[in-house]
C-alpha cells in the first residue's frame, strides 16, 4: 500500500465554487460547525451543533516586510539576525562536521507542512503551509530594533558565543553595520545586574518624550526602506509585573495619561508596544510580563493592531504540553512534573533575581492547565499535578540549555509510570525561529478579513492575534475563547485557519470512505 506523500509542493491552489482567485486575493466561502453545550436542569450536558458560514479575503501579496526587535542585541536577537542574513546570503561555513550549510530548521513559516488531503489512489498529500497562501520569505525581511547595550550586531553574536567561528568570521562583514537604536532603560524593571551593559539608553526619562523617540524610530525605519509593514517583538529581558492599577492603566485612556505624567508602573515594555500600537504596527511580547496591561489591550482593540502574547514557548514547556497531552490524553494520572533547567546565558543571570524571576516562574507553571481541566475523570474540580520547575544559573553553560524532567503518573491499577527525560539545545537555536514565524505569520493576518452572514464589509481579524497560541507560553485570547496550551491543538488552529482561509474545511482524520466503504 502506497503511503508516500508529496511535501515539495511549490503552488497550491483550491478549486470549486466556494473558492475565487483574482491576480491581487483569494476568497473563499466556508461553512464551518461548532458545538454549543448547555448544562441542563438536571446538571447533565446537552451538545448542539451549529453552522457558522464565514467569508474570507485574502491579499495574495506579501507586504514588504521590516521586522524591529526590542533586544536586538541580545542571544535571540543576533542569533535569528545572523540566521536571516547567512540564508539570504548563503553562507556556508566549515566546523568540526564539514561543511555546514545555512537553513531555517525549526521554523513553520519555512519547514511545516500540512496534509492537504488524498489522492484518488489512498495516497496523504502533505504541502507546506506556504504553498497555499504566499508568505513573506526570510530574505526578503529587513531587520532593526533597539537595544540598551551598544554592541553592534557582530559584537552581539561574538558575546552570545553561540554559533560556529568560521561562520560568524563570514557574517561579520554583514552584521558589524547593524547598530541596535537605544533603548528605553527604567532601572526598576530590570535586574541590577544588568546595569553594567546599559550603555545605550534613551536619555531622557520622560515617558512621553521616550515614546514619541520609539514612534519616530518606527517610521524613521519604515520610510529609509520603503516599508509596507513592520513587526515589533520583545526578546529583550524579562521584566518584574508592573502593578496594575485602577486610573492608571486600566483603560486605554488613562494608561496614555500615565504615560504623560511618567507614572511609575509604566513598564519600558508596555512603551514600547504603545508606541508600536499607535504607529499601527503588531507588538509581539516574547516575555511573561503583564506588557498587555488592559489600557494596552484597549488601545490595540481601539486602534485594530494586532498583539501576540505572552512568553515564547521554545523548549522544555513546549515538551510538557507534548507530553502531558499524551499521558492525559490516553486516559492516564500525571501526578508530579518536577524540572530542574540549568543554563548560563545573560537572561538567566538576570532572572536570578527574585522579582524579575516571578512572571517566568508563573508563566511556566501554567502551561498544562487546559490539558489537566479537560479531564474530569482524572482529576477532581482544582486538583493539579505537583508542579515544581527549579532553575539554576550556571555561566559555564552559556546559551546552552540542559532540563532534566521526571514525570511520575499513575496507569492501569494505579502502577506507576515513570519517565525521566533530559533535554540539552541552545536556548537561542529554539527560540529564534519562532521570532521569523511570528513575524511572517502576523503579516499574513495583516492580509486577512473577513465577514459573516450579518455583515455588510470585510473587516480585518479581531486584534489580540490568537492564531498564534502554538508559539506562547500563556497565549493571549480574546474574552470569550478559552486559553488552549496543548501544543497539537494548537498547530490544529494554524493548519485549520489556512484551510480555511482557501475554503477547505478542517483536517478531521477520518478517513470516512474507507472505513465505511
Ligand atoms: P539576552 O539577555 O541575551 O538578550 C536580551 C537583550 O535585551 C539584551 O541585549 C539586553 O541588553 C536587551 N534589553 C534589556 N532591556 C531592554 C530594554 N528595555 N530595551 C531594549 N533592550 C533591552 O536574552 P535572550 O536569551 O536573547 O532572551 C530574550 C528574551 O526572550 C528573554 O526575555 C527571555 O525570557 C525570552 N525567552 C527566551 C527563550 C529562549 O531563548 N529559548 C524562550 C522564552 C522566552
Redesign the pocket.
Known sequence: HDVSTVTRQKNCKVSGPHVSYTENEVQATLQLQRTLVHTLPDGSVEARPEQLVYEFCTKLKPSKLGLML??W?????STVTAGIVANREDISWESCRGMERPNLFGSLSQHGTLRLGITADGTDVFVPFKSLLPLVEPKDIVLSG????GYNLAEAMDRAQILEPDLKKKLRPYLADMKPLP???DEQF?AKN?LP?ADNVIKTSDKAQQVEIIRQDIRKFKQQHQLDFVVVVW????ERYSMELAGVNDTAENLLKAISSSHKEVS?STLYAVASILEGCPYVN??PQNTFVPGCIQLAEEKQVFIVGD??K??QTKMKSVLVDYLVGSGMKVESMVTYNHLG???MF?LTDGEMWKP?SAAKSRVIEDIVGSNGTLYKEDEMPDHVVVVRYVPSYGDSKSDVSEYVTRTFMNCPYRMVMYNNCL??A??APLILDLAIFTELFHRVSYRTLDMKDFVPMYPVLSALSFYMKIPRTPLGEPHVNALQRQRACMENLFRALVGLNGEDNLFLQTKFP
Open positions: 526590542v533586544g542585541g541580545g542571544n535571540n536577537g533597539w537595544d540598551i547595550s533603548g528605553i532603560f530590570i544588568q551593559r526578546t529583550a529581558n524579562s519600558p516574547g516575555s512568553d515564547f521554545s523548549g546565558n545573560n537572561d538576570q517566568k536556548d537561542s529554539l527560540c
